[in-house]
T-cell receptor, first 111, second 113 residues
Framework: GQQLNQSPQSMFIQEGEDVSMNCTSSSIFNTWLWYKQEPGEGPVLLIALYKAGELTSNGRLTAQFGITRKDSFLNISASIPSDVGIYFC???????????FGTGTRLTIIP | NAGVTQTPKFQVLKTGQSMTLQCAQDMNHEYMSWYRQDPGMGLRLIHY???????DQGEVPNGYNVSRSTTEDFPLRLLSAAPSQTSVYFCASSYSIDNQPQHFGDGTRLSIL
C-alpha cells in the first residue's frame, strides 16, 4: 500500500526555536492533514490542506501542500512547551475512506 | 458535547478471549472508523462504516468484526484475541467521507497476554 515517510522521527529543540517537519509519499493525495497527539489522547486535527500549493496557517503553525501532491510540510514558529507531542501527517483521496498516516515526528522541547 | 467516546480506556486479555471495544459519538456523524496504532507504524485502518447498517474492511481487518446498528455506535469485536492484537485502538468519526477531517476518541489500550 501507500507509504508516507515522515521526517525527522524525533526532534529536540529549545523553547523559542522554529520547527520544520515534512512528509513524503510514493503516490499523490488530494488532501493532506496534520495531526498532533499528546500522551493518552487521540490525534487532534491541526491543519487540513485541499489544493496543491496551498499554504495554510493556524496560529504559529503553517502547513503547505506540495506542488507535486506527493509531499507536505509543517512549520511551527517560536515553539513553546505545550507544543510537545507527536505530529502525524495523513493523506487522503476524494471518496476514499482511508487515511494513510505517517509514522510521526516526536517533538521534545528543552527548557 | 462529548465528541467521540471510547470504552474501556485500558484492558488486559488472555489469548483466546473475546471482547468488544465500544465507540459512541454524539455529533450525528455518518462516517465512523477504527484504527490501531503500533509503535513506528502510525495509525492503520481496521474497519469503517459510511452509515447505519453499512460496514467495510480497511487495511488490517483480520481478527476483528464490526457492526453499525445505530448512527451513534460502532463497536469493534475481537473474537479470539491474539498477542499480535496488542495495540492502542482509536475510533474516529466525521460527517462524511469526502474531505471531512476525522474526530478521534482518546483510545483503548489493549494488551493480550
Amino acid at each position: 500500500g501507500q507509504q508516507l515517510n515522515q521526517s525527522p522521527q524525533s526532534m529536540f529543540i529549545q523553547e523559542g526555536e522554529d520547527v520544520s517537519m515534512n512528509c513524503t509519499s510514493s503516490s499523490i493525495f488530494n488532501t493532506w492533514l496534520w495531526y498532533k497527539q499528546e500522551p493518552g489522547e487521540g490525534p487532534v486535527l491541526l491543519i487540513a490542506l485541499y489544493k496543491a500549493g496551498e499554504l495554510t496557517s493556524n496560529g504559529r503553525l503553517t502547513a503547505q501542500f506540495g506542488i507535486t501532491r506527493k509531499d507536505s510540510f509543517l512549520n511551527i514558529s517560536a515553539s513553546i512547551p505545550s507544543d510537545v507531542g507527536i505530529y502525524f501527517c495523513a493523506g487522503r483521496n476524494f471518496g476514499n475512506e482511508k487515511l494513510t498516516f505517517g509514522t510521526g515526528t516526536r517533538l521534545t522541547i528543552i527548557p | 458535547n462529548a465528541g467521540v467516546t471510547q470504552t474501556p480506556k485500558f484492558q488486559v486479555l488472555k489469548t483466546g478471549q473475546s471482547m468488544t471495544l465500544q465507540c459512541a459519538q454524539d455529533m450525528n456523524h455518518e462516517y465512523m472508523s477504527w484504527y490501531r496504532q503500533d509503535p513506528g507504524m502510525g495509525l492503520r485502518l481496521i474497519h469503517y462504516s459510511v452509515g447505519a447498517g453499512i460496514t467495510d474492511q480497511g487495511e488490517v481487518p483480520n481478527g476483528y468484526n464490526v457492526s453499525r446498528s445505530t448512527t451513534e455506535d460502532f463497536p469493534l469485536r475481537l473474537l479470539s484475541a491474539a498477542p499480535s492484537q496488542t495495540s492502542v485502538y482509536f475510533c474516529a468519526s466525521s460527517y462524511s467521507i469526502d474531505n471531512q477531517p476525522q474526530h478521534f476518541g482518546d483510545g483503548t489500550r489493549l494488551s493480550i497476554l
